[in-house]
């Protein structure tokens, strides 16, 4: 758990980040969006003190980050940038054991561990440890940098527009992989972002900032339905609510218990995992009034009617 | 191409060596340029040994300009450091357009004639590119990388050592090629003070007015500085492939 209290940086008389304060639970993802200049980016990098605040505290499984010194402190929190910063002199096995290094991890701990994150980030480790980083591609590297990141089995991992530099269709399956993660390693995230969609598909919790303050922060849903301010009404698009409402829930979690014998009856077959913006569309275009839910491996788990995600869609 | 430029590499360093060990064997060409019964071939001294003078001269003062030269670099790309810049270029570029004949002629009434005052006007001469190149270097490190080297916990000279140095290496050891060569060349000036060197073949050719003796010390020295120049690229070129 993260507790951030009463954080301020100022920058001559500007306050980039002004008096937050707010708690990140363990094993979540935690999302904070604003607008370049908002001081998301200073409250991030505060947290793993790459900058000192001006005042105020942080505090990591309750203990004050400043007790101890810096580069101390980092060797213990993951972290991915924008552009990932990958050691352009090293191999990508190399890279990914710098921080396991730094800590002293004896050789025989480090191969293994280099090995299993390569697994785990889908990039073979005959073929990917002795390559250089000019030899991936963009999103291989962000891949490395997020192995990277959780080389020495950091509880918390901060990301800072780490999808920023892919293009939307390997940023959409970065975004999915990165929930993967979090689910196999259940590291506690802090992701900054200035996207509001990729908030909203990644963040357990969202923190909307603007001028160096929180203007909210809560469940993506909440900051749909009850905005607490004009700007985050803005931001979460007050014509698209509904959508946007919709895409929160997962097929899986809203289906409707299937009756007896009416399995595989009733129009097309989405995903579990599926949310119910995509299918609405797929029944829209299909025509149907209902949708049989499956699961990974195709046994139907539940179904899904117009009427019952229209409901979803309704202002609570 | 790559092993034309090998046999011709190897051609070139096969002709400097044969010229060194057994000048005599040479005699004939050069012949023609001593007049008047003069030797045709420097007799004075073991042009072998001068040219291994020549070259430790020149490596000796080498070594002493990058030490200084990158040390400065770095300091100046502190941030601490930083304000040292103008004062740190303001000396270097002096130590390159002071003549070094003017600090042979300001160092002898002080030190004595012989290697040492060769030394300082070679170590002066010879900081400049290697001054520059280090700053050049260490500034053109992606800022992302810095950055992931800091936020990785890397302490500041974990950073310098093991990220910012090895990637302006490249650009370092350019600085010292080219400072290398440049000093091959200059430490021929040393012989007016008495500093053994290949120097002295040209002094002699001068002072005896013999055509053929200039032409062997100016071809020794021109030889061994496209060698080294050669040899220290076909030396960045195999550390650095890979990136």
């Known amino acids: 758990m993260i507790v951030i209290e009463s954080l301020t940086k100022h920058y001559g008389p500007i306050a980039a980040v002004d008096g937050v304060s707010m708690t990140i639970e363990r094993d979540s993802i935690t999302v904070i969006v604003g607008t370049s200049g908002s001081g998301k980016s200073t409250l991030l990098r505060m947290i793993n003190r790459l900058i000192e605040p001006t005042s105020g505290r942080v505090l990591i499984d309750g203990r004050d980050t400043a007790s101890e010194s810096g580069h101390r402190l980092r060797r213990h929190i993951g972290y991915v940038i924008q552009g990932y910063g990958l050691f352009p002199h090293r191999t990508v096995a190399h890279n990914i054991a710098t921080v396991p290094r730094l800590l002293g991890w004896d050789e025989n701990r480090i191969r293994p561990r280099v090995a299993q994150l390569l697994e785990a980030l889908q990039l073979d480790p005959a073929v990917y440890s002795g390559k250089y980083p000019h030899q991936l591609s963009g999103g291989e590297q962000q891949r490395v940098g997020v192995a990277r990141a959780l080389a020495a089995e950091p509880a918390v991992l901060l990301m800072d527009e780490p999808f920023g530099a892919l293009d939307p269709i390997i940023r959409e399956k970065a975004q999915d992989d990165l929930l993967e993660i979090q689910r196999k390693f259940g590291t506690t995230m802090v992701v900054v972002t200035h996207d509001i969609d990729e908030a909203f598909r990644l963040g357990d919790r969202v923190a909307v900032m603007s001028a160096g303050r929180v203007l909210q922060y809560d469940r993506p849903e909440v900051l749909v339905t009850h905005p607490a301010d004009p700007l985050v009404a803005r931001m979460t698009g007050s014509a698209e609510r509904a959508m946007r409402l919709l895409s929160l829930t997962t097929a899986g979690e809203a289906a409707l218990p299937l009756t007896p014998g009416e399995a595989g009856t009733g129009g097309p077959a989405v995903p579990a995992s599926a949310s119910l913006r995509v299918v609405l569309s797929e029944l829209l275009w299909h025509g149907s009034e209902s949708a049989t839910v499956i699961d990974g491996d195709g046994t139907p788990r539940g179904r899904l009617t117009v009427a019952a995600i229209l409901a979803r869609a309704r202002a609570r | ?243």
């Open chain 2, 1 to 243: 191409m790559r092993r034309a430029a090998t046999v011709l590499r190897l051609g070139a360093l096969g002709l400097l060596l044969a010229f060194l060990l057994v000048p005599q064997r040479f005699a004939p060409l050069f012949a023609p340029l001593a007049h008047g019964g003069a030797p045709a071939i420097y007799d004075q001294g073991n042009l072998a040994m001068l040219a291994l003078a020549h070259l430790t001269t020149v490596l000796a003062a080498c070594l002493g300009s990058t030490v200084v030269a990158v040390a400065l670099g770095i300091l100046v790309t502190r941030a601490s450091g930083a304000e040292f810049l103008p004062l740190s270029r303001a000396l270097v570029n002096f130590g390159q357009t002071f003549p070094p004949v003017a600090v042979l002629a300001l160092a002898v009434p002080l030190i004595g004639f012989g290697e040492k005052p060769t030394l300082i006007a070679l170590f002066l001469y010879g900081l400049l590119p290697i001054f520059e190149n280090t700053v050049v270097g260490l500034r053109s490190c992606p800022a992302a990388v810095l950055e992931a080297a800091s936020g990785m916990g890397m302490s500041a000279r974990q950073r310098l050592f093991s990220v910012e140095l090895p990637l302006a290496m490249p650009l370092i050891l350019e600085g010292i090629r080219i400072s290398l060569v440049i000093n091959i060349g200059t430490a021929t000036i040393g012989s007016t003070v008495a500093a053994k060197g290949l120097g002295e073949v040209i002094i002699a050719g001068l002072l005896s007015n013999n055509t053929a003796f200039v032409l062997q010390g100016g071809l020794a020295t021109g030889l061994m500085a496209v060698l080294l120049y050669d040899g220290v690229a076909a030396l960045e070129r195999r550390l650095y492939r890979n990136y």
